[in-house]
């Protein structure tokens, strides 16, 4: 078991920027990859961001991509999403999940190969 607990999440302005993070415990979190997802109110849950276990792969949506960076801090078991020039559209509470994923790209982005997820933290960009 892996628990996963996220933090850094609050309200801004358009254009600000806040990082977040998701602390692991439990399991070993040894071989985990990491995904970022969110979920506005009324809309279905969708990738934000990812990473390998050892931070050689990442990958980004669209929608974020340039404006978002995913790290992690092996030694801390934290993974962090840096987001800046933030747009009302991120609004949505934004999970943590981790998986043991190979290295197929398109696993990265489905929320069905992440078995362990965090509560969520809520991010608010007002314009």
């Known amino acids: 078991q892996v628990q996963l607990v996220e933090s850094g999440g609050g309200s801004v302005q358009a254009g600000g920027s806040l990082r977040l993070s998701c602390a692991a415990s439990?399991?070993?979190?040894?071989?985990?990859?990491m995904g970022w997802f969110r979920q506005a109110p009324g809309k279905e849950r969708e990738f934000v961001a990812a990473?390998?276990?050892?931070?050689?792969?990442?990958y980004y949506a669209d929608s974020v991509k340039g404006r978002v960076t995913i790290s992690r801090d092996n030694a801390k078991t934290t993974v962090y999403l840096q987001m800046n020039s933030l747009k009302p559209e991120d609004t949505a509470v934004y999970h943590c999940?981790?998986?043991?994923?190979?290295?197929?790209?398109?696993?990265?982005?489905?929320?069905?190969?992440?078995?362990?997820w965090g509560q969520g933290t809520q991010v608010t960009v007002s314009s």
């Open positions: 999940a981790a998986g043991l994923l190979g290295p197929t790209r398109a696993d990265y982005f489905s929320d069905h190969r992440y078995r362990y």
């Open positions: 439990g399991r070993t979190f040894s071989g985990y990859a």
């Open positions: 990473i390998s276990w050892g931070g050689s792969m990442r």
